[in-house]
C-alpha cells in the first residue's frame, strides 16, 4: 500500500520532498500574516467562549502548531473558531473549566477514532441544509452575546436564553454607553471600509492597534480586557490535568461528541475549500487524526477545542501559503506574540473585540445560502429550521442530534420513495415500453410463473415496499422470479424480507427464484446464512437462467402430479 493511501500520513512529509528556497519565504511570510490575523481572533472566541483570553491563544499556539504538522492539508490552519462559540460556553456554565478540558480531551480521542476508522470521506456527507441550520444559528448566537460589550451596558450577568437576553438588552437601552458605542462604531466601520484599501494587512489589526491606541491615550472610559480579565501572562502556560468525577465524565459524553463532530466537519470544510484554491487534494483519515491530537494536547496547555479556520486557512493561501511550514509559522509568530507583548494586549478594548465577533458572526451566518434553501424541498426546509432554531433558542448538542436524526430520516424517506416493485408478468404498454429498453416480453413467461422486479436500494426502508407489493396476488403462483438487476445494496432487513417472501412461496407450495444477484446482495446473503433457506440452485446470475429454472420446476410439478 502507498503511503498515500494510509490512515495517517501528514502532508508536511510529502511537501518537504521538492521544497524551495522560494517556497519558504513565501510560506513564511504567510505565516507571519495570519499570525497576526488569528491573534485578536484567538483572543476574541475566548472571551465569546467564557473563558479567560490567556487559552484562546494557548489553543491557537499549540493546537495550531499540531494541526499544521500532523495534518493532511497543505494549508490548513487550525485554531478556537466561532463553531465552538456556543457549545464551549454552555460547558463552562455548566461544569466549569475543567468539565471543559475533559469534553475536549474526549473529543480529541472521539476523532482519532473517526480517523483511523476511515469516517473522513462520510463525514463530508453530512446534509448541506444541516450544517447551515446549525452554522447560522451558532452566528445569531454569537452576534447576540456581543452586544452587551457592544453597547457598554452595565450588567454584571447575562440571562443564559436568548429571548431573556434581548429583553435585558431592551430594557437596558437607556443605560448605553457613547463612548463605548463611539468606538464600537469605528470599529465596524475600519472592517468595512479597510479591505478597500489593501487585503495584505487585516483590518482587524487596523481596528484594535488604532483604537486601543486612541482609548489608552485619551484615557477613554471604556472595559478593557485588563479591566475584565487582569493582565495577561506573558509565560507560556504549564500543562494542567483536570479532576472531575466518573458521573460528571457521563454526563460530558455528549457535549463532547458534539465537539468531535463539530471539529470534524469544519475541518474537512475547511481543507476542502482549500483544495479548490490551491488545485490539491487532502487526506481526510489523516486530518482527522491530527485534529485529534491537537484537540487532546491543545486543554491540557490550557486550551479549548479547535479545528480548522477557513477564513485564517484563505488567507494564508492567498498570501502565498502552500506547505504546512506556514501554519507552523503561524503558531510560533503567535507564541512570540504571546511572549513579547502579551501584556500589552490587556489594553484592547473589549467593545472593538465585540465589533470583530460581530463581523465574523456576520461572515459564518451564510445568510445568503440559508435564504436559498428555503426554496429547497419541504423536507429540507423542515432539517434547516429546525436545526436553526434549536440552535438559538435551545442548545447546540441537541440540535445537532435532532437535526441528523431528521436528516436520516430524510434519507430514508427518499431512498424507500426511489425504491420501486413492478410486475413484469402483465403486459407493458408502449409508452411503459419505451421507458424500459431491457423489458420483458410476456409471452416468454410460462403459465404459473409470477415475475416482479425491484429498483433501488433493498433495506429496511424499502422492504415494506416489496411486502406491500406481494400481498395483492389473489393466486400464488407455482414459481415467483424476484428480478434483483438493479437492486446494488441489501441489508439485514432486505434479507429478512426476502427469506419472509420465500417461506410464503413454500407455505403456497411455490418456489423462489432470485435473478440478477449482484455481488453485495449475494454475499450479504450468503453471510446471513440465507442461501441454505432459499437454495442455491434458486439463484440465478441472468434471467435467461431463471426461466429455464421455471420451466423445470413446473415440469417437476407436473410429473409428479402425474
Not at 143 to 168: C, H, N, R, Y
Not at 224 to 231: A, D, H, L, V
Not at 315 to 331: D, F, L, M, Q, Y
Request: charge should be neutral.
Amino acid at each position: 500500500m502507498k503511503n498515500r493511501d494510509a490512515v495517517f500520513f501528514p502532508k508536511i512529509l510529502t511537501t518537504l520532498k521538492h521544497y524551495s528556497i522560494q517556497q519558504l519565504g513565501k510560506d513564511l511570510a504567510a505565516g507571519v500574516i495570519v499570525g497576526i490575523v488569528a491573534l485578536p481572533l484567538a483572543i476574541a472566541f475566548a472571551i465569546a467562549s467564557g473563558v479567560t483570553p490567556d487559552r484562546g491563544l494557548a489553543t491557537a499556539i499549540v493546537a495550531g502548531f499540531l494541526i499544521s504538522s500532523l495534518g493532511g492539508s497543505r494549508v490548513q490552519i487550525g485554531g478556537p473558531t466561532g463553531a465552538f462559540v456556543v457549545i464551549v460556553y454552555g460547558i463552562v456554565q455548566k461544569f466549569g473549566v475543567d468539565g471543559l478540558i475533559i469534553s475536549t480531551l474526549i473529543a480529541g480521542v472521539l476523532l482519532i477514532l473517526m480517523g483511523s476508522l476511515r469516517l473522513g470521506a462520510i463525514i463530508k456527507f453530512i446534509p448541506y441544509p444541516l450544517t447551515v441550520g446549525f452554522t447560522a444559528g451558532i452566528a445569531v448566537v454569537i452576534f447576540t452575546s456581543q452586544v452587551k460589550d457592544f453597547f457598554g451596558f452595565p450588567m454584571a450577568t447575562l440571562p443564559s436564553e436568548f429571548i431573556d437576553k434581548w429583553e435585558a438588552y431592551f430594557h437596558a437601552l437607556p443605560q448605553l454607553d457613547p463612548v463605548t458605542v463611539t468606538l464600537a462604531t469605528s470599529a465596524f466601520a475600519i472592517l468595512i471600509l479597510w479591505p478597500k484599501v489593501t487585503h495584505r494587512i487585516p483590518g482587524s489589526i487596523i481596528a484594535i492597534v488604532l483604537l486601543t491606541v486612541v482609548a489608552y491615550f485619551f484615557q477613554l472610559p471604556v472595559e478593557t480586557i485588563g479591566s475584565r480579565f487582569g493582565e495577561l501572562s506573558s509565560g507560556f502556560p504549564q500543562p494542567h490535568w483536570p479532576h472531575a468525577s466518573l458521573s460528571e465524565i457521563k454526563q460530558l459524553i455528549p457535549s463532547a461528541m458534539t465537539i468531535a463532530l463539530l471539529g470534524a466537519i469544519e475541518s474537512l470544510l475547511s481543507a476542502t475549500v482549500a483544495d479548490g484554491m490551491i488545485e490539491s487534494h487532502h487526506r481526510s483519515n489523516t486530518e482527522l487524526i491530527a485534529q485529534g491530537i491537537a484537540n487532546i494536547a491543545s486543554p491540557l496547555f490550557g486550551g479549548i477545542p479547535a479545528t480548522g479556520a477557513i477564513a485564517r486557512t484563505a488567507t494564508n493561501v492567498k498570501n502565498g501559503g502552500r506547505t504546512p511550514i506556514a501554519g507552523i509559522t503561524h503558531a510560533l509568530v503567535l507564541l512570540l506574540i504571546v511572549l513579547l507583548f502579551g501584556k500589552w494586549a490587556s489594553l484592547i478594548p473589549l467593545c472593538v473585540l465585540s465589533a470583530i465577533l460581530m463581523m465574523v458572526a456576520y461572515h459564518m451566518s451564510e445568510w445568503r445560502s440559508f435564504k436559498s434553501l428555503l426554496r429547497a424541498p419541504r423536507m429540507d426546509v423542515a432539517v434547516l429550521l429546525t436545526t436553526f432554531i434549536l440552535t438559538v433558542l435551545l442548545d447546540l448538542t441537541v440540535a445537532v442530534e435532532i437535526g441528523l436524526l431528521m436528516a436520516a430520516a430524510l434519507f430514508v424517506k427518499r431512498m424507500t420513495d426511489a425504491t420501486t416493485v413492478r410486475s413484469l408478468t402483465k403486459a407493458l404498454s408502449d409508452a411503459e415500453q419505451q421507458n424500459h429498453d431491457d423489458h420483458v416480453d410476456p409471452a416468454r413467461i410460462p403459465k404459473g410463473v409470477e415475475v416482479y422486479e425491484v429498483e433501488g436500494a433493498f433495506f429496511f426502508g424499502a422492504a415494506e415496499t416489496l411486502r406491500n407489493a406481494l400481498t395483492i396476488v389473489e393466486t400464488p403462483p407455482k414459481v415467483m422470479i424476484l428480478r434483483l438487476r438493479h437492486v446494488l445494496a441489501l441489508d439485514a432487513t432486505g434479507i429478512r424480507a426476502i427469506l419472509d417472501i420465500c417461506r410464503w412461496c413454500r407455505r403456497a407450495g411455490a418456489t423462489l427464484i432470485l435473478s440478477g444477484v449482484h455481488a453485495q446482495p449475494l454475499i450479504a446473503l450468503e453471510q446471513a446464512g440465507s442461501l441454505d433457506t432459499i437454495g442455491m440452485e434458486n439463484v440465478l446470475g441472468t434471467f435467461d437462467e431463471a426461466l429455464n429454472r421455471a420451466v423445470n420446476v413446473l415440469r417437476a410439478g407436473s410429473t409428479s402430479e402425474a
